[in-house]
Structure formats: structure tokens, C-alpha cells
């Protein structure tokens, strides 16, 4: 008796793990980015740091749920200099999010086939604070701008 129940008990357990594994497959396909270069180039044009809302986004073809959203230490980790005297050369907006820590948002969008440039933005008190386009330039070099 005791056996048949722990088998029972065993296969449900693994029918639950294999239906939570597929949904999770599945969920995870459907926020992947579905933006192309030229509209997250166009995207990015448009925003204007400082005056263009969070909630506006989505209306710039830019799903948050679908862009990576970076923790504290992602942020330092693509916005800091490589030591720590650079702080003060950077941008106000981002000097301001570092400092903030926990109020401060970073998301990264990425072409969905193309990734030859991505686009960073940190949210701050609602607005966009800070953009910055980075990928590879046409030769193929390292490059930023903001």
C-alpha cells in the first residue's frame, strides 16, 4: 500500500515538474525582444532624457518586461569607469542613480536578431535619467554615445 502511494505521489510530482519546466520554456520565449535595429535606433532618438516618461515606452515600441533589467552591481558594472576617480566624470544622471542604489531603474534592449548594439536607460523618479547606445560601430570597434 505504502508503495503505490509513493509512486503515485512520485509520478505526480513529476508530471507537475515537467509541465512547470514547459511553461517556463514557453514563457520565457514569449518575452523575448521582438524590436529591430532601426526601431530601437528610432527609439532612441526619440527619447529625451529628463522629460520622457517611463510609461511612454511602451508607446516607443520598448517592452520593459522583455529588455534585461539590471541589478545595482549591473549597473556599476556597464555605467562605472574601470577606477574609482572616474566618478566624477560621469554623466549628473547617472552619478544621481548610482548614488540613489535602490530608486533608480536600468534596463538594457537588444535587437532580437541583429546584436550589434544595444541600448541602455535608467529610469529614475518615474523618467527616463539616462540613455546610452552601445555596440559595434561598422568596423566592428567597441563604441558609446549618449
Not at 33 to 51: E, F, K, M, W
Not at 98 to 124: D, H, N, W
Request: glycine share 8%; aromatic share 8%.
Amino acid at each position: 500500500m505504502f508503495r503505490t502511494l509513493a509512486f503515485f505521489v512520485g509520478l505526480v510530482a513529476l508530471l507537475a515538474c515537467s509541465i512547470a519546466a514547459q511553461e517556463w520554456r514557453l514563457s520565457a520565449d514569449a518575452v523575448a525582444p521582438q524590436v529591430s535595429q532601426a526601431q530601437l535606433q528610432s527609439a532612441y532618438d526619440r527619447i529625451h532624457p529628463g522629460v520622457t516618461p517611463a510609461s511612454q515606452l511602451g508607446t516607443l515600441g520598448l517592452d520593459t518586461k522583455a529588455a534585461a533589467k539590471l541589478s545595482y552591481l549591473g549597473v556599476v558594472e556597464q555605467l562605472m569607469p574601470a577606477n574609482s576617480y572616474g566618478f566624477d566624470t560621469l554623466d549628473p544622471a547617472v552619478q544621481s542613480c548610482l548614488e540613489a542604489e535602490g530608486r533608480c531603474t536600468a534596463y538594457v534592449f537588444a535587437p532580437a536578431r541583429e546584436r550589434t548594439k544595444s541600448m541602455v536607460l535608467l529610469i529614475q523618479g518615474g523618467r527616463v535619467a539616462y540613455k546610452a547606445m552601445r555596440g559595434l560601430d561598422r568596423g566592428g570597434n567597441s563604441a558609446r554615445s549618449a
